[in-house]
């Protein structure tokens, strides 16, 4: 089993800057590919990043491609996403997701392990 725990959330200017993180704890971090996910108000949950188990393999969705960085430390169980250049249709609920395989997916089904979400709030 394997918990997830994210901050950083908040309210920001477009244009702006926030930094997630996502702590895990219960099992060894390192084997798990982890995801963030996102999902708007009356929408559908979404991909945004991906990456591998040892950091090596990401992938963004193309909308925030140039914007967003997802890294890890696994020394610190802990997977980040720096948002910068902020705009308003990135408001939504961000979610940190860990799945069971070292490689990186863009599919929320391959993940088993999701946390709580934190909102994130882009004003114009």
């Known amino acids: 089993q394997v918990q997830l725990v994210e901050s950083g959330g908040g309210l920001v200017q477009a244009g702006g800057s926030l930094r997630l993180s996502c702590v895990a704890s219960?099992?060894?971090?390192?084997?798990?590919?982890m995801g963030w996910f996102r999902q708007a108000r009356g929408e559908e949950r979404e991909f945004v990043a991906t990456?591998?188990?040892?950091?090596?393999?990401?992938g963004y969705t193309d909308s925030v491609k140039g914007r967003f960085t997802i890294s890890r430390d696994n020394a610190k169980n802990t997977v980040y996403l720096q948002m910068n250049s902020l705009k308003p249709e990135d408001t939504a609920v961000y979610y940190c997701?860990?799945?069971?395989?070292?490689?990186?997916?863009?599919?929320?089904?391959?993940?088993?392990?999701w946390g709580q979400g934190t909102q994130v709030t882009v004003s114009s």
């Open positions: 997701a860990a799945r069971a395989g070292s490689s990186t997916s863009r599919y929320s089904s391959d993940y088993s392990y």
């Open positions: 219960g099992r060894t971090f390192s084997p798990y590919g």
């Open positions: 990456i591998s188990g040892s950091g090596g393999s990401t």
